[in-house]
């Protein structure tokens, strides 16, 4: 059947989940292109820095957990607006960081306690509400691109909606720094902060259940729900429907679910390698300004290259699998071959520092290569859950992978920050870089070998 007769309305589901994952990055990342500004003006070290993102990546890794088994309860289309509303409060709420840090500090003094600075308090609060919003959203968009589509298409549609935290990123830097230059630094966080209720409107006219969405021929839904069950692969004649494709409406419990290997290396490969992504994402800016001296719009350029190099990895590691796929391999033992070849990529980060005195271009391309890498390796860790569980527990495998991917990034800020104040202390800033970059280097390599060792072989869950 061709592409036209079989219709394209998935691809719209598809756009839409880019544009939420390019709003979740934008009002994410206004804060680390602001930090060197707002280091000075409040006073911030490197430590208070890190708790203020280490209370984001906490509060994020327990809602993850939480918001798979929300997404998988209350469905996609109500989880998202939740999810969006909730986030795009909170990333407003920071231009009032310092009023409400005064109320917290206040609030604390009368019962003897003494806080964090005001400036702290205030950012850590509204970090917290950002990211009980944020973590609702890829458990709802994996769970979407399993509702909308086969699995041999998933992971190049979660390749595609996940390349919108790289245009979030490259758009942050481009926009971020001007408007704070321009209307001041509050005016960036109210700003990016609106974009989602404009998202909302277009998730609510468009979004509906595959069985329900009047918008869907026939022959497409056929498509979706029609997969062959050895290879993946979808044919319009089959009536097979493997579990993966399937939703029983059963819940399942978190305790069942740890019950499989299957679980365990999505939620490892999550650990080890979330926080590779975060501590670059939240320290870049500020590497920049510490060891080369760069200024507000200065980061601008450098910036919006490394996450534009990003891309390419998002969507190319996404496609990357059918190579495998095509040739007969299982989707999971196809996404797991793809997945060692891009872990090597970022070793080549091990050169940054090293190699950094000839220009700061050199560990910005190098830096540029792993997040790429990073961004391949996640569209297909993310679809490696709906490769092997049943749809009616996809979300709450994400959200629990999820949760621990938040508690990598924690352990990897809080590792960062007092690693930068110890070696900064010592005229050495440098050192703690060198180091932090060793360990995302090789991070992919160990959450590969483990994950294959949980899961050597192929096995799709039937008994959920």
């Known amino acids: 059947m061709n592409s036209q007769a079989l219709g394209k309305y998935r691809w719209t589901i598809c756009g839409l989940l880019f ?54 309860k209350i469905g996609t289309k109500q989880a998202f607006i939740l999810a969006i ?21 206040q609030m604390l003094s009368s019962f003897g306690i003494a806080a964090v600075s005001v400036s702290v308090a205030g950012f850590m609060l509204s ?16 769970k979407a691109t399993a509702e909308y589509f086969p699995k041999r298409e998933r992971s190049f549609a979660t390749g595609i909606f996940n390349s919108g935290a790289n245009i979030g990123a490259i758009l942050a830097p481009l926009l971020v720094p001007w408007i704070a230059e321009k209307w001041g630094w509050q005016s960036a966080f109210i700003g990016i902060g609106a974009i989602g209720f404009i998202w909302m409107l277009a998730w609510w006219i468009y979004y509906d259940k595959p ?74 800016p500020k590497y920049l300004s510490a060891q080369y001296g760069m200024q507000k719009t200065e980061i601008t350029l450098p910036l919006a290259v490394l996450y534009s190099m990003t891309m390419i990895g998002s969507i190319g590691g996404g496609w990357f699998p059918t190579i495998f796929i095509n040739r007969g391999h299982s989707p999971y033992d196809g996404r797991m071959k793809a997945m060692l070849v891009i872990a090597l990529f970022p070793l ?18 190098l830096i540029g290569i792993g997040t790429s890498a990073h961004q391949a390796w996640s569209a297909n860790l993310f679809t490696t859950v709906s490769d092997m569980f049943p749809k009616n527990s996809v979300a709450s495998v994400v959200g629990i ?9 924690v352990l990897v800020s809080k590792i960062g920050g007092w690693l930068f104040d110890y070696y900064g202390a010592l005229g050495q800033i440098q050192t703690g870089y060198t180091i932090m970059f060793s360990g995302c280097a090789l991070a992919y390599l160990i959450a590969w070998s483990v994950m294959k060792l949980l899961v050597p072989r192929y096995k799709e869950i039937t008994d959920l």
């Open 127 to 142: 970090r917290a509400v950002l990211a009980l919003g944020e973590a609702g959203n890829f458990p709802a968009a994996i």
């Open 19 to 72: 544009f939420a994952t390019t709003v979740n990055y934008l009002d994410r990342q206004v804060l680390s292109l602001l930090a060197p500004d707002l280091s000075k003006e409040f006073g911030w070290s490197n430590t208070d820095y890190a708790n203020i993102t280490a209370v984001f990546q906490f509060v994020y890794a327990i809602s993850m957990l939480f918001a798979g088994r929300v997404v998988d």
């Open 401 to 409: 992978g999820g949760m621990a991917g938040g508690l990598g990034g």
């Open 85 to 105: 509303s909730i986030w795009s409060v909170g990333a407003i709420m920071h231009a009032y960081s310092i009023p409400m840090g005064s109320g917290i500090a």
């Open 348 to 365: 080549v980060v091990l050169l940054a520092q090293p190699l950094g005195y000839l220009s700061y271009w050199v560990p910005v391309l």
């Open 211 to 284: 069985e329900e969405q009047k918008r869907l021929s026939a022959a497409e839904l056929n498509y979706i729900n029609e997969t062959d069950a050895s290879t993946g692969s979808a044919t319009a004649g089959s009536a097979t429907t493997t579990a993966a494709t399937a939703d029983s409406g059963k819940k399942v419990s978190w305790l069942a679910l740890l019950g499989y290997k299957q679980t365990w290396a999505f939620v490892f490969g999550k650990f080890m390698t979330d926080g590779v992504w975060w501590f670059f994402l939240f320290w870049l």
